[in-house]
């Protein structure tokens, strides 16, 4: 319904659909690699070049933005939609870094399970940002973005569990210190997926 307004050759729909696949695939590398509870050079690698291409994507749309005088949704929420999809990926590579400077090592059950919980978020995201595509989809976004807000309560909740038992049991202040980054990082993982469900709420509501 908005092709009439931009160029053919460039759909910025498409690109928030490429943009918030290479969301999907970070959080879907993260489950794998506490899953296997090593950071190893390898892994390092592979999730900067996830994060990479998401980059490049985001860049993309910008500079589009930038030259394109009439847009298909508002050109702040144009800007929101993909800074707020670019910092998912930047989190999650947050994560793993940390991870790998912390030398973290060994399958922690509570981050596998923020890790499952992550790429649940992050799937639901996907398929409120694939919605946008047509006005006729708001059943489709608006369920995922409850979901999504679903999680983020899930989330908030995980963390404090943690904390109260990484303080408890943990006598070692480093690796409380560690521990304590690594799971309020992931639990921002899962704000940032819920700011981009408020910025797709809004893009739905003003196109209603």
């Known amino acids: 319904m908005f092709s009439k307004f931009f160029p053919r050759d460039f759909n910025f729909f498409k690109l928030f659909e490429k943009q918030i696949s290479y969301a999907v695939d970070a959080a879907r590398f993260f489950r794998e690699v506490v899953s296997q509870g090593c950071v190893n050079e390898d892994a390092l ?46 989190m999650i590579n947050t994560i793993v870094n940390r991870m790998r400077i912390y030398n973290i090592t060994g399958v922690d059950k509570n981050l596998v399970e923020f890790a499952k919980v992550i790429e649940e978020s992050v799937q639901a995201v996907a398929r409120a940002v694939g919605g946008l595509r047509d006005i006729k989809n708001v059943k489709v976004v608006y369920d995922a973005c409850v979901e999504v807000n679903r999680l983020e309560n899930v989330g908030d909740s995980m963390r404090d569990k943690v904390l109260m038992e990484l303080f408890a049991t943990v006598k070692d202040p480093i690796a409380v210190i560690k521990w304590k980054d690594i799971y309020v990082d992931a639990e921002t993982v899962l704000d940032v997926c819920e700011d981009v469900a408020h910025v797709v709420d809004s893009i739905m509501v003003k196109q209603a």
């Open 45 to 90: 690698s592979k999730m900067s070049a996830i994060e990479h291409q998401a980059d490049d994507v985001a860049h993309t749309i910008i500079e589009q933005l930038n030259k394109t005088f009439i847009t298909p949704i508002d050109r702040e929420d144009i800007h929101a939609l993909t800074m707020e999809i670019d910092d998912i990926v930047d």
